[in-house]
């Protein structure tokens, strides 16, 4: 079967999704002289976006590609939170895996643009306070998700509190008490991929990959060392080591198979904002519609370069992707 053939296997596929809340603002200006207060740029604002970031980004990409997302997060009971309940709702999702809870503060990122440049990053993390009874609630709710899910993605995007060592061993435990046979696919930190133990697929950006074992050079034998020693440290089935402008890397358990996928893009990255997104959303459909691992792989780095083409965030539907595919393809 063609690769854009599988993609229409997605359509009302469930992908449970655990992971992260993030709110991103956009302040966007232009800017003609230097503040008179500091030596930086004066930014007159001429427009402000609000978006649901981590989680958010892929759910919302789940949910155009033609999959049913459930969410499973915790957001703080303030400003941030509430932006995005009410991101969720016009979403038409379900909201009851989402946790509120008064003493958590809500991560956001905030970007200052002008003139097309990026000038300043914002960030606030959740609390690492979060006690132990709301981690219990948080499990609770995933608990009561529907039994009818075809994977689970756990999205780690290092924002502390939820995702600590205790909680992570806890929850793969009890996802695979209660979930047999579901794929679990990981997006873990660089500090903490080993606690994946046994799932189906870790992926990692390669050159955070290559960071993680503090390798300098990034040619195939140290990116295969690194692979492996992901593959072994976790005992999970496969690996995904995936770069925009260089060949990514699938190394399997199965068949000690070491697969090299050629980078797709050759053009100038527009954005990288939604790239890893858009890779988990489609890895997560992909494993609950029953494609092989190497062909989910292979569609994902190719909406990864769609992506990476379009503005910061921008979502589509099958047919795009598919034209996209099947444009690249010819010019093979």
Request: glycine share 6%; charged share 25%.
């Amino acid at each position: 079967m063609a690769l854009i053939d599988e993609i229409s296997k997605w359509n009302k596929r469930k992908v449970l999704v655990i992971g992260d809340a993030l709110i991103d603002k956009y302040i966007l200006g232009y800017t003609d002289r230097i503040s008179p207060d500091a030596p930086v740029p004066n930014v007159k604002i001429e427009n402000r976006n609000i978006y649901i970031g981590a989680i958010g980004l892929v759910l919302q990409f789940i949910q155009s590609l033609g999959g049913v997302p459930e969410v499973c997060t915790i957001v703080g009971n303030d400003f941030e939170g509430e932006i995005f309940l009410k991101k969720i709702k016009e979403l038409k999702l379900q909201s009851s895996g989402i946790l509120v809870d008064e003493k958590i503060r809500t991560p956001q990122i905030t970007r200052i643009k002008a003139m097309n440049q990026h000038l300043l990053r914002l960030e606030t993390d959740y609390n690492s306070d979060i006690s132990q009874s709301v981690r219990e609630k948080f499990k609770n709710l995933i608990a009561n998700s529907s039994q009818d899910i075809g994977a689970i993605l756990i999205l780690d995007y290092g924002l502390g509190g939820i995702f600590n060592d205790q909680f992570i061993q806890k929850l793969l435990r009890f996802l695979k008490e209660n979930y047999r046979e579901i794929p679990i696919i990981a997006r873990p930190t660089i500090s903490n991929y080993y606690l994946y133990e046994n799932v189906e697929l870790i992926k990692m950006n390669l050159q955070k990959a290559l960071d993680t074992f503090s390798i300098d050079c990034c040619n195939e034998t140290s990116i295969i060392i690194a692979g492996k020693r992901i593959l072994n440290a976790s005992k999970c089935n496969n690996v995904l080591l995936n770069y925009l402008e260089l060949e990514s890397f699938l190394l399997s358990r199965e068949n000690d198979k070491i697969e090299k996928i050629k980078p797709i893009l050759h053009q100038p990255v527009r954005s990288y904002v939604a790239v890893g997104s858009v890779i988990m959303a489609i890895l997560g459909l992909s494993y609950a519609s029953d494609i092989s691992v190497l062909d989910g792989v292979k569609i994902a780095l190719f909406a990864a370069a769609l992506t990476a083409t379009l503005p910061p965030v921008e979502f589509y539907h099958q047919e795009k992707l598919q034209d996209y595919i099947l444009t690249k393809m010819n010019k093979l």
